[in-house]
T-cell receptor
């Protein structure tokens, strides 16, 4: 089956720890994205990558880091510099091209800081 | 900053009725507007999109209307079913530059049996 997987589904972190969220896709998509969702709110863009070995900051990149060493993978690290990391994190991927707007989302990772 | 937003946080309808979910946007430079459905604890699912030079687009049981004069977008769901209960987001995207979605805050649709 083609799709996007995220792991883990639930993640607990102590204050001061860095954690890495996994995102893998087998859709052969060039572009991948990380969004953050807070309760009762829409999604906000953290980072995005339109090609391997390249990525760009989104609207709320502070306290986060990413890498894109492989086309299939786009891991997100939540660092201790992120002041309020408790949220639902969603990864997405898409083809790159005018008029192609469908972004496919993974099931999400719910991060809780203890 | 420019944003995409929604008028109503919660919409309750009877099963079988038609639903209309509204969205106001402020970025007139957007090329596409998209509706997503998100069920509890899951990632958003694409429903339908509309290009900025169109007024209306129909899908299966859904219709999206775009009024550029007042910067208003709506999603109409015909014969609403219990499975339609979810949070609905509108989003916008441009063809050039950063091709990432900008989302509104969402409307929760509750379908009463």
């Amino acid at each position: 089956d083609g799709g996007i997987t995220q792991s883990p589904k639930y993640l607990f972190r102590k204050e001061g720890q860095n954690v890495t969220l996994s995102c893998e896709q087998n859709l052969n998509h060039d572009a991948m994205y990380w969004y953050r969702q807070d309760p009762g709110q829409g999604l906000r863009l953290i980072y995005y990558s339109q090609i391997v070995n390249d990525f760009q900051k989104g609207d709320i990149a502070e306290g986060y880091s990413v890498s894109r060493e492989k086309k299939e993978s786009f891991p997100l690290t939540v660092t201790s510099a992120q002041k309020n990391p408790t949220a639902f994190y969603l990864c997405a991927s898409s083809t790159v091209g005018t008029g192609r707007n469908e972004q496919f989302f993974g099931p999400g990772t719910r991060l809780t800081v203890l | 900053g420019e944003s995409v937003g929604l008028h109503l946080p919660t919409l309750s309808v009877q099963e079988g009725d038609n639903s209309i979910i509204n969205c106001a946007y402020s970025n007139s430079a957007s090329d596409y507007f998209i509706w997503y459905k998100q069920e509890s604890g899951k990632g958003p699912q694409f429903i339908i999109d509309i290009r900025s030079n169109m007024d209306k687009r129909q899908g299966q049981r859904v219709t999206v209307l775009l009024n550029k004069t007042v910067k208003h977008l709506s999603l109409q769901i015909a014969a609403t079913q219990p499975g339609d209960s979810a949070v609905y987001f509108c989003a916008e995207i441009r063809d050039t530059g950063r091709r990432a979605l900008t989302f509104g805050s969402g409307t929760r649709l509750q379908v009463q049996p």
